[in-house]
T-cell receptor
Framework: NAGVTQTPKFQVLKTGQSMTLQCAQDMNHNSMYWYRQDPGMGLRLIYYSASEGTTDKGEVPNGYNVSRLNKREFSLRLESAAPSQTSVYFC???????????????FGNGTRLTVT | TQLLEQSPQFLSIQEGENLTVYCNSSSVFSSLQWYRQEPGEGPVLLVTVVTGGEVKKLKRLTFQFGDARKDSSLHITAAQPGDTGLYLCAGGNAGNNRKLIWGLGTSLAVNP
């Protein structure tokens, strides 16, 4: 059982280049998330998808776009990378039940992105 | 704005010592999750506490949720090198994972 799989693990981009980070989960979870983690800033939500077919902005969406391709896959696209987007990006998934307490998040192992 | 403050920020101890880390807020949360993150990996859930005053034990780790549901603590007994990592707390409100509030974490190093 792989859980949440992210690709690539490492990436170096030049300013202005574009790329897509891929994420897939095999736990049949409804909700998926993209976070970035930076020293001194902690985990910040970029975008989230409560269920297949829906996406919503998080705390820091500027410069990013997402696609919920199907229930398993949720991709994050940087159209024109900037040095401020140098970070570690994590994809996560969870069950979603509106009337229940927060379901735990299951994280992938991250993509380490450097923009020069 | 809800905030979660974790303390201490860094902790370096010897194997066998006990320690407590804290997660504090001025806001009430319906649940508090604790995660551990090892270098090069994503956070992994340790426990969720949902009831004020609740205490949960996971082997040598003891988690407590404050009576007012504004704070939580994690106590580790007889720490081992395998406990090394970043401990993160996340506060949430019912049915709204998008609104999880994350602390900045406590980085723990347990030296053999």
């Amino acid at each position: 059982n792989a859980g949440v799989t992210q690709t690539p693990k490492f990436q170096v981009l030049k300013t202005g280049q574009s790329m897509t980070l891929q994420c897939a989960q095999d736990m049949n979870h409804n909700s998926m998330y993209w976070y970035r983690q930076d020293p001194g800033m902690g985990l910040r939500l970029i975008y989230y998808s409560a269920s297949e077919g829906t996406t919503d902005k998080g705390e820091v969406p500027n410069g990013y776009n997402v696609s919920r391709l199907n229930k398993r896959e949720f991709s994050l696209r940087l159209e024109s990378a900037a040095p401020s987007q140098t970070s570690v990006y994590f994809c996560a998934s969870s069950e979603f039940a509106r009337s229940s307490y927060n379901s735990p998040l299951h994280f992938g192992n991250g993509t380490r992105l450097t923009v020069t | 704005t809800q905030l979660l403050e974790q303390s201490p920020q860094f902790l370096s101890i010897q194997e066998g010592e006990n320690l407590t880390v804290y997660c504090n807020s001025s806001s009430v949360f319906s649940s508090l999750q604790w995660y551990r993150q090892e270098p090069g990996e994503g956070p992994v859930l340790l426990v969720t506490v949902v009831t004020g005053g609740e205490v949960k034990k996971l082997k040598r780790l003891t988690f407590q949720f404050g009576d007012a549901r504004k704070d939580s603590s994690l106590h580790i007994t007889a720490a081992q090198p395998g406990d090394t990592g970043l401990y993160l707390c996340a506060g949430g409100n019912a049915g709204n994972n998008r609104k999880l509030i994350w602390g900045l974490g406590t980085s723990l190093a347990v030296n053999p």
